[in-house]
């Protein structure tokens, strides 16, 4: 008997690890593109793969020894302005080669400083992980200015990293990677259950009672975060810019009926245009299962990020910190600085970048240098 268990289980073992090596060879999806540029974390939960050096999303993407989008031996002379990055994947560059990001191209901006620009932007991070990440860097050195530039990921109800309902505070109260998830991580096996899952084909009872959840940051652990980022800078008498990222998601119109199904999914969308930042009905009524539409028309809206807005800008105003809404500029243009903007509205290209280091380069001469 032990025998016929040993041989079924050394068979299965084979069965699995062929499959494993013809999955190899399947092209990458985009969700596997982003877990391949992240590893656990024990504090952070997660952060960018150190030493990276790879086209990520058709940008060539290279990091330092900590995962950071510098180079390794960095250093700044006695004369220098030295500026400290803190945000998410817009920040830290996403799809955008290493020399072109606006980090870079700040650096390189003709100041009456000399400006040594540190990019500490992680992919995916919210500003509870960047008050973590924050303590961390300053821990080691210090900054005369720093852009703070969590948003995007704050008001989101997408986890692409720990599939639960908890807010990120209390993943990190409660939970820290295990060391088996970095061969998780890189399995086939598992990216073709994440791949089957994300498309829905795999629903979970949990799935089913919370999905679609609340935003990863509540508005009150958002307020609470930033104030304690600033109270620790201004305690450094550090200088502050709040910047916030541009981002494309439906603006929900209470006219139009709740209830979705495939019968009057099409009717829904052509009687009842959603409000837009950009034209992405037809992207969502193409790309999307019908339990992702119902997210995105409904919960994951406008009026969530209006109100986290409303914190920055009140932060702003106490504070005397100042405030960029990228907004206002990618809002008018879409198709200037985003590649496929009905497809991300989140992440800009390179002339992107280059409005944002503009705009940080008119703040700072005229606010922090004066």
Not at 67 to 92: D, M, N, T, V, Y
Request: glycine share 4%; aromatic share 10%; net charge positive.
């Amino acid at each position: 008997m032990k025998k016929v268990l040993l041989s079924s289980f050394f068979i299965s073992l084979l069965i699995l690890l062929f499959i494993e090596y013809l999955l190899g060879f399947a092209p990458q999806s985009r969700e596997e593109e982003i877990y391949s540029i992240l590893v656990p974390d024990k504090k952070l939960l997660w952060r960018v793969r150190p030493q990276y050096n790879q086209v990520f999303f058709g940008a060539q993407t290279q990091t330092n020894a900590e995962g950071f989008r510098f180079p390794e031996a960095k250093k700044c002379s006695k004369e220098s302005f030295k500026i400290a990055i803190l945000g998410e994947s817009p920040s830290f560059g996403w799809g955008v080669p290493d020399d072109k990001i606006y980090s870079s191209l700040l650096e390189r901006s003709l100041l009456p400083k000399h400006l040594c620009v540190f990019n500490f932007s992680q992919i995916g991070f919210s500003s509870t992980q960047g008050k973590y990440l924050l303590q961390e860097i300053l821990a080691k050195q210090k900054f005369d200015l720093v852009v703070l530039a969590y948003f995007v990921n704050d008001v989101d109800y997408i986890r692409f990293f720990y599939e639960n309902n908890q807010s990120d505070q209390e993943v990190i109260n409660t939970s820290r990677p295990a060391p088996s998830s970095q061969i998780l991580l890189k399995s086939n096996l598992a990216k073709l259950a994440r791949r089957l899952r994300a498309n829905k084909l795999i629903i979970s009872n949990e799935d089913q009672k919370t999905w679609p959840g609340n935003p990863r940051v509540t508005l009150e652990e958002y307020k609470k975060n930033y104030e304690e980022m600033i109270g620790r800078l201004k305690g450094l008498e550090t200088k502050i810019i709040l910047l916030k990222n541009h981002m494309a998601i439906p603006r929900f119109n209470l006219n139009c009926p709740l209830e979705l199904n495939n019968s009057n999914l099409q009717e829904i969308l052509q009687i009842c245009p959603y409000h837009l930042e950009a034209n992405l009905t037809q992207y969502l009524m193409n790309s999307l299962t019908l339990p992702r539409l119902q997210q995105s028309l409904s919960q994951r809206s406008l009026t969530i990020s209006d109100s986290y807005f409303e914190i920055l800008k009140k932060l702003s105003l106490t504070h005397r910190i100042p405030l960029i809404n990228m907004s206002e500029d990618f809002s008018a243009h879409p198709k200037q600085y985003f590649n496929d903007y009905t497809k991300d509205g989140i992440h800009p290209n390179s002339q992107g970048h280059e409005q944002i280091a503009k705009r940080l380069s008119s703040v700072i001469h005229m606010e922090i240098l004066k």
